[in-house]
Each structure stands twice: as C-alpha cells, then as structure tokens.
C-alpha cells in the first residue's frame, strides 16, 4: 500500500509539532505538504534526513495530499477545507468552533464523499460521550479554568471590558452554551464544542469558564448524566510553546494518524 501523503495547514506551535513526530516515522504516512501564508519565505525548520515538504498556499494543499490537518487560525478553516472536500478527501480539523460557523462544509463533505475528522485534541472522554449519545443524555455540562494569559485576545472578554491579566483570584468569566463560547472564544475552547459535538449538541451543553492566575495548567471537568452512565472527567492538561493550547492537542493527531493504517485499532 502506498504512503497516506499528509499536508498541514498552518505552521504553528502545533504543526511544528505534528511535522517534528511525522518525521520520527510513523507507519504509512508522509508529510507531503505544508500550507504557509508565504510559500516563497518558507519556515525555518530542522526536516532532518527526511526532506522538506513541498510548501504552498493554505488553500492549496489539496493536489499534494490525500489527507490535509488543519492547525491555523480559525478564520482560515473554510478556505483550507472546501478544496479537500470537494475533492471527496479527508480533513483532520482542530478548529471545532468554526465547523459551527460553516455547516455547508459538512453538507460538502457529504455530497462529495469527504470526511472531517475532529480528533480528541485536549479534551478525554468523546468516546464515551459518543457512546453515551446512542442511548439518552439527560445533560453535559463543561468547566474549563486556564491561565489568565492564555485568555489573551478572546472577542467576548475585548467586547465585555473584561482585563484577565490584573485578576489576583479565580474569576467566572463565561457562563453560557458551548456554541456561544465558540463564538467569543475562538482560539480557546475548541473543547467545548468537541464535547458538544460528541453529545447533545452545541445548544444544549453548558459550560462555565473560569480565568485562575493560580492555575499553570489548562483545566476541564466534564459531568454528563445519562441512561447508560454517570461520566465524571477531568483533564489538566501541559501547555505547548502557545499557552493557549495543550502539547496533547498535537499527540492526539499523531495517534488518529497511526489508526488509519494500524492492525490493532483502540476506541471508539
């Protein structure tokens, strides 16, 4: 069987560490591709004895993978995911959020045989959440507490005057639906509505988010009541070089990769 060719669109603390395990080797997979806003001025970056990647445009990956990992900011989902689509291939997005803002992508990706794949990222029990929702799920709530500077530059605290950086105790910033979070936290709980997505869906599941400038890890309890299971779950989760997202976040895309291909394949 010949290689799955992988392309990455962003470059970010995230893509820098998905090409760095990629290239380590994992079995049936190439890094083909890497989706730069310049691809004349590519990034620095140790390939290693594997080669560079052929580098283009975020909207461009399409012709050069059969599988295309979005790591980029969420505004560029959209331009990254409707030639992959339409090309009836794979799409690995990390921007849950802004799948809630383009619902044509999903009816795209069914029209032309594609298929988006939103892996666990930095959030644990989709599987059983998954599970769950073939039966009832009575409620899912969600509460997520980080480092105030990991808020830094959300829309909903710019729009509500809100200052994390002087709070001097754990302070509830957020109280609402996981599709409201998405929309006032875009590059913050991608978790939330992952959590959503999984369950009852982004109207129904309830979060509280908390700003601690005594935390160092981000932190998210899920309690979901249901017929088949009582679920109680929390994560703290290590930080990457980007405060906002956890080093999980990037492992967990390396293992949905190692599943397309593997003998044995675990969950859900």
């Known amino acids: 069987m010949e290689n799955i060719r992988v392309g990455l669109a962003g470059f970010g603390a995230i893509g820098r560490s ?27 970056f140790d390939w290693g004895g594997q080669g560079s990647p052929t580098f283009t445009r ?16 969420a505004q560029y989902l959209s331009a990254i995911a409707t030639p992959v689509l339409r090309a009836g291939k794979k799409l690995i997005s990390l921007s849950s959020g802004a799948l809630l803002a383009s619902p044509e992508l999903v009816d795209l990706a069914r029209e032309h045989g594609g298929q988006i794949l939103v892996p666990s990222g930095a959030i644990l029990g989709l599987d059983a959440i998954l599970g769950a929702a073939e039966g009832k799920i009575e409620s899912v709530k969600m509460t997520s507490r980080k ?11 710019e729009q509500q005057n809100i200052d994390v950086l002087n709070l001097k105790e754990p302070t509830l910033i957020f109280s609402g639906t996981a599709r409201e979070a998405a929309a006032g936290f875009p590059a913050n709980l991608n978790v939330a509505v992952s959590v959503s ?8 599941t309830l979060l509280e988010v ?14 979901v009541i249901s017929d088949s299971a009582l679920l ?3 994560i703290q989760n290590i930080p990457s070089e980007n405060p906002k ?8 895309v390396i293992a949905m990769l190692r599943k397309l291909r593997a003998p044995l394949s675990v969950g859900t």
């Not at 975020?58 to 900011?73: F, K, M, S, T, Y």
């Not at 908390?210 to 309690?223: S, V, Y």
């Open 197 to 204: 997505l999984a369950g009852v869906g982004p109207d129904k």
């Open 232 to 234: 109680s779950m929390e």
């Open 210 to 223: 908390w700003a601690d400038p005594t935390l160092e890890h981000n932190t998210h309890r899920i309690e």
């Open 58 to 73: 975020l909207e461009d990956l399409e012709p050069h993978c059969d599988i295309v990992i979005e790591c980029a900011p």
């Open 18 to 44: 998905i090409a760095r395990q990629i290239n380590q080797g994992i079995d049936g997979v190439t890094l083909a591709a890497v989706g730069v806003r310049d691809p004349a001025a590519p990034p620095d």
């Open 147 to 157: 480092p105030t500077k990991g808020f830094i530059g959300a829309p909903f605290l």
């Open 245 to 252: 997202t956890g080093r999980i976040t990037a492992q967990s």
